[in-house]
């Protein structure tokens, strides 16, 4: 795959996709800034990404960028094809660079900051609590 979309995946992905080849996520969501949002669906499976990529139609971002992950909403999670392993989000409602924002420095990272819908935000004027709900 990485010839076929002239891509180097990092070895954190690499190692994910041979343990696991695309996965589904049950109510795990990302915050991709301190407005948005978007529930983590599943990644996509390896042979999957160059069709993926087609159906993005976003040519300016397919060039530098594939989808791993697809987010809510018709909305997916990036990497880039070459270069950093920084992890980006992809919001369908716009196109080229205005559509993509670095959320993560790494595929760890962005691994780690997914969270479970039992974390309930609560929103004051000054801060943001997280609290964990349910049973550890």
Known sequence: MEARIDAIFNNEYLQFIRQHNGAEIRNGYYDISEQI??????????????????????????????????????????????GDACIYYYDSDYMGHDAISKIAQSFNTFMNNIKSDTEIRIEGTHKVVQVTTGKP
């Open 37 to 82: 949002s978007s529930y983590v669906r599943y990644f996509i499976e390896i042979e999957d990404i160059a069709n993926d990529i087609s159906l993005m139609a976003d040519d300016e971002i397919s060039q530098y960028f594939f989808p791993f992950a697809i987010g809510s909403g018709g909305t997916y999670f990036l990497m880039k094809k070459k």
